[in-house]
C-alpha cells in the first residue's frame, strides 16, 4: 500500500515558505550502536531548525495524468513517489532523507544528507516508524510519502508471516513535492534551480513530446483454476465469520521489465479506481490501481471500504 502522509498535526504553527536558500543540517539518525540494551529505539536530537521550502505557483494542467507521466520519465533516474486522490497527483522527486525497514522487520536502513546508516530495530517497529517521521517534520516541510507491505499487519501483531523480498515499509522525504490540482500546480523545494526546471517543463517551453510504450498483452489465465479455488475458499470462511474482508491476490510472470510511466499512462486511461500510484524507492519499483480504498486515517481514524 502506497500512501503520502500529510505532516502532524503539532507543525501547524511552524515558519512560513520563505525564499531562502537551504542550510546545510545534519541528518539525525536513531541511536544506532550495535550493543545497545536500550527497549526501544530513540531518535538523536539536535539543534537544527525547520528548512523553509521554496514554491512557485502555477496555473492547472490541462491533462494531470500526462503531466504526471512525464514527469517521471523526465525524473526516471531519482527516487520518486507518485499517488493520485480524488482528482489530485501528489508528486515526491528525490529521496532527501528516507527510512527502508528489511522485510522481517528487524533492521533498518536510514539515508539523507550525504550520509547513510544501518540500524538495528529494538522494541517497537511501529514506534521506530513514528519517530522517524516526527524527528523529520521537525527539519523538513511537506509531505512525507512511501509504501508499507501487508506484512507489516503481521509483524507489528506478532503474528507468524513468510517474508517476501520487498522491504516491510519504507518512507521517503521528498527534495521536491509537487501537487497538480485542476485549478493550479504548486511545486515545492529546496533549490532554486530544481524549482525553476519543474517549471519550465510544465509550462511546456522545455517540455518535448514523450513517448509512451503500447500495451502488451498480459496471459490472465495462468494458475486460473488454483485462483479460483483461493476465492472460492476465502468466501466461504467468510461466510463462516472468521473475517470480514479479504483481498486474494496472485503473482503473474509477465516476461520482461515493465514501462512503469507507460503502464500509470495506460492503466489509468483505461479505468477509474479510487486510487493510482507508482514509485521507484530504492531499486523497488511499482505501478498499481485500487477499486477502492484500502485504509485511509481521516481525522485519527482508521477507516476502510
Known amino acids: 500500500m502506497d500512501f503520502a502522509l500529510d505532516p502532524p498535526d503539532s507543525r501547524s504553527k511552524r515558519v512560513p515558505l520563505s525564499p531562502k536558500k537551504e542550510n546545510n543540517i545534519q541528518f539525525s ?19 537544527a531548525k525547520l528548512v523553509p521550502r521554496l514554491v512557485a505557483v502555477l496555473p492547472g494542467c490541462k491533462d494531470r495524468l500526462e503531466s504526471t507521466v512525464g514527469l517521471l520519465i523526465k525524473y526516471k533516474d531519482l527516487d520518486h513517489f507518485a499517488y493520485e486522490r480524488k482528482d489530485v497527483w501528489h508528486i515526491g522527486l528525490g529521496s532527501r532523507s528516507s527510512l527502508q525497514v528489511d522485510p522481517r522487520g528487524k533492521s533498518a ?32 516541510e511537506g509531505k512525507t510519502f512511501g509504501q508499507v507491505g501487508f506484512n507489516y499487519g503481521a509483524h507489528v501483531r506478532d503474528q507468524s508471516y513468510t517474508p517476501g523480498r520487498w522491504p ?3 518512507i521517503m522525504v521528498p527534495e521536491l513535492e509537487i501537487t497538480l ?24 517551453t522545455s517540455m518535448t513530446p514523450f513517448r509512451v510504450r503500447e500495451p502488451h498483452p498480459v496471459n490472465t489465465q495462468v494458475n486460473e483454476k488454483e485462483y479460483k479455488t483461493i476465492v472460492s475458499n476465502a468466501l466461504a470462511e467468510i461466510i463462516d465469520g472468521k473475517y470480514d474482508k479479504v483481498i486474494v491476490s496472485r503473482a503473474v510472470d509477465l516476461g520482461s521489465l515493465v514501462d512503469m510511466p507507460s503502464t500509470l499512462l495506460h492503466g489509468r486511461r483505461a479505468n477509474t479506481p479510487a486510487r493510482s500510484y507508482s514509485m521507484s524507492h530504492s531499486g523497488f519499483q511499482a505501478t498499481g490501481f485500487s477499486p477502492e480504498l ?7 481514524i482508521v477507516v476502510t471500504e
Request: proline share 4%; glycine share 8%.
Open 29 to 47: 539518525t536513531p541511536d544506532c550502536k550495535a550493543n545497545s540494551n536500550q527497549s526501544s529505539n530513540k531518535f538523536l536530537k539536535d539543534t
Open 109 to 140: 536502513l536510514i539515508t539523507g544528507q550525504g550520509r547513510q546508516e544501518e540500524c538495528p530495530i529494538v522494541g517497537s517497529l511501529t514506534d521506530f516508524v513514528r519517530d522517524f517521521i516526527e524527528d523529520q517534520s521537525l527539519r523538513h
Open 168 to 170: 516491510i515499509l519504507s
Open 181 to 204: 490540482r485542476p485549478d493550479r500546480v504548486t511545486i515545492q523545494g529546496y533549490d532554486q534551480q530544481q524549482l525553476d526546471e519543474v517549471c519550465e517543463f510544465l509550462k511546456g
Open 294 to 300: 484500502v485504509m485511509a486515517l481521516q481525522n485519527g
